[in-house]
């Protein structure tokens, strides 16, 4: 599965069921390396997630790491403390952020 894949069907499950993200507002850039890297945004705004490719707006928490990676954690198989301690993952900005998100994906795997 592609990048973009990947966030199209993480958005789809978070808007069908918007559950984890009620009244949470929010924008995350992805800084992804590798084959299918990019800049991503990935906006949460009360009870709807989009993204964009590309960093339009400013972000609350950037996170840096491989689009292999990036897929992984994702679909649950990539725990994030271990990447951020073996520097597959780097965070910028408010950490707090950085662990809504881990909440936020920990909801929607599948």
Known sequence: ??????????????????HAINGFHAVYHFLLSGEDGGNYQVIFAGDHATYLKGTPDEAKCLLELS???FIKLVEGNLNPTAAFM???????GDLGYS???QTILNAYQS
């Open 99 to 101: 662990l809504k998100l």
């Open 1 to 18: 599965m592609s990048v973009e894949q990947t966030l199209t069907a993480l958005a789809e499950k978070i808007n069908a069921n918007p």
């Open 67 to 69: 689009d292999a990676n």
């Open 86 to 92: 073996m520097g597959k993952l780097k965070v910028k």
